[in-house]
């Protein structure tokens, strides 16, 4: 009988956070892709996408997601080091050869908290900000216009976030 505190225990216990995990995530997803696809009466479908809502910085999605995103973040570094195991020395040989069963799955991993990255980034496009020159009194004044959030995205942290997004460990 395999005991809690043991190695199969918390491997449980951390695949069943997982799941947990991945349930909040595709709980979110569905229920915004079934406001997507609701659309009002006589409209078409590029009227209902061009009324966005805009993410608050502060909402109770955007806490949530954000824990979700730094716990992908830190499953991809934990997956990371994966990548320099691959190659490795046939005896038999006597050459460099790659193990294709890690290589399969660190990259399948990868690919997979790459997904989460790709994610936020589509988020950040989305999420408003407070203006600047609205700081001085009280909490400010969220910018929810739409080309406004993407320029300030794109002049900021974009060309980072695509760098970071880019699949150089799993490409050989």
């Known amino acids: 009988m395999v005991k809690d505190d ?3 225990g918390k491997f449980r ?7 947990d995990w991945l349930e909040i995530v595709l709980d979110c997803l569905s229920q915004r892709l079934k406001r997507i696809g609701k659309t009002p009466a006589g409209n078409s479908v590029d009227a ?3 009324g966005k809502k805009v993410l608050d910085p502060q909402g ?3 806490q949530k997601w954000n824990k979700i995103f730094v716990l ?3 499953i991809a570094v934990s997956i990371d080091p994966l990548f320099f195991y691959i190659p490795v020395i046939d005896d038999s040989k ?3 050869d790659m193990d294709q069963k890690l290589e399969i799955i660190a990259s399948i991993l990868r690919s997979f908290t790459d997904i989460f990255y790709v994610l936020h980034i589509i988020f950040q496009f989305r999420t408003g900000f407070i203006a600047p020159s609205s700081r001085v009194f009280g909490r400010g004044v969220l910018v929810e216009d739409a080309k406004a959030i993407a320029q300030r995205y794109l002049s900021s942290y974009f060309w980072i ?3 970071a997004v880019l699949p150089l460990p799993q490409v050989h």
């Open 13 to 19: 216990r951390w695949l069943r956070s997982i799941s």
């Open 48 to 50: 209902a996408w061009s």
């Open 60 to 62: 109770s999605f955007l």
């Open 6 to 8: 043991t190695v199969p």
């Open 161 to 163: 976030d695509i760098l």
């Open 72 to 74: 992908s973040c830190v």
């Open 94 to 96: 006597k050459c460099l």
